[in-house]
């Protein structure tokens, strides 16, 4: 079974704290994820990276970065954290396939609370 | 990305088969149909997905019609277990890594 982890279940900081969030797959997948969920907007993508030290931006990267230093984790880094930014956090991983783009495989989540 | 329609909820008895519908009319020939499902307070969790051909494994059977335009996820004998949002997406290669989870099905299934 795919196991994609996240470092923490609850987090709660401060406003203008620097909040590091961990992912980690243990598939040897390719491709790394990071969501942002929230009422009545859906999942909406922060970040991904599709190979080591490669990152890409999504829909909503403002405020955000994140780091890819090895192919089994993806960290997601709040520079300064705000309290728009308190939200569920979810991280997933897939792998490259030939002719489509593969399932993804998220983590349990990580809601974070900004004060 | 293709659209995807799903009807907002629906309910389900313990043990009988739930039969969630999704519509793609805009598909096209290299979209698959993937399933994903979300139980609250978790991460979406990946069911099945298929191109043409009817498809099943160890959670469900995937129901795609001749046109491809609709299909129909199937938990043949749900559980309490099962209550959870059920997600219909449609991807292409081709659109890159974007993943769009629309509204989803609110499944309730009922003792």
């Known amino acids: 079974d795919v196991k994609v982890t996240q470092s923490s279940r609850y987090l709660v900081k401060r406003t203008g704290e620097k909040v590091f969030l961990e992912c980690v797959q243990d598939?040897?997948?390719?491709?790394m994820f990071w969501y942002r969920q929230d009422p009545g907007l859906g999942l909406r993508l922060i970040y991904f990276s599709y190979d080591v030290k490669m990152k890409e931006k999504g829909d909503i990267p403002e405020g955000y970065s994140v780091s890819r230093e090895k192919k089994e984790r993806f960290s997601l880094i709040l520079e300064s954290a705000s309290t728009n930014q308190t939200s569920m956090y979810l991280c997933?991983?897939?792998?490259?396939?030939?002719?489509?783009?593969?399932?993804?495989?998220f983590g349990p989540g990580t809601r974070l609370t900004v004060t | 990305d293709a659209k995807t329609t799903q009807p907002t909820s629906m309910d389900c008895a313990e043990g009988r088969a739930a039969n969630l519908p999704c519509n793609h009319s805009?598909?096209?020939?290299?979209?698959?149909v993937y399933w994903y499902r979300q139980i609250h307070s978790q991460g979406p969790q990946y069911i099945i997905h298929?191109?043409?051909n009817n498809e099943t494994n160890e959670m469900a059977s995937l129901i795609i019609t001749e046109d491809r335009k609709s299909s129909t996820l199937i938990l043949p004998h749900a559980t309490l277990r099962d209550t959870a949002v059920y997600y219909c997406i449609v991807r292409w290669r081709a659109g890159g890594f974007k993943t769009i989870f629309g509204a989803g099905t609110r499944l309730f299934v009922k003792a």
């Open positions: 598939m040897d997948h390719e491709n």
């Open positions: 805009t598909i096209s020939g290299n979209e698959y």
């Open positions: 298929g191109l043409k």
């Open positions: 997933a991983s897939s792998f490259t396939d030939q002719d489509r783009i593969s399932e993804q495989y």
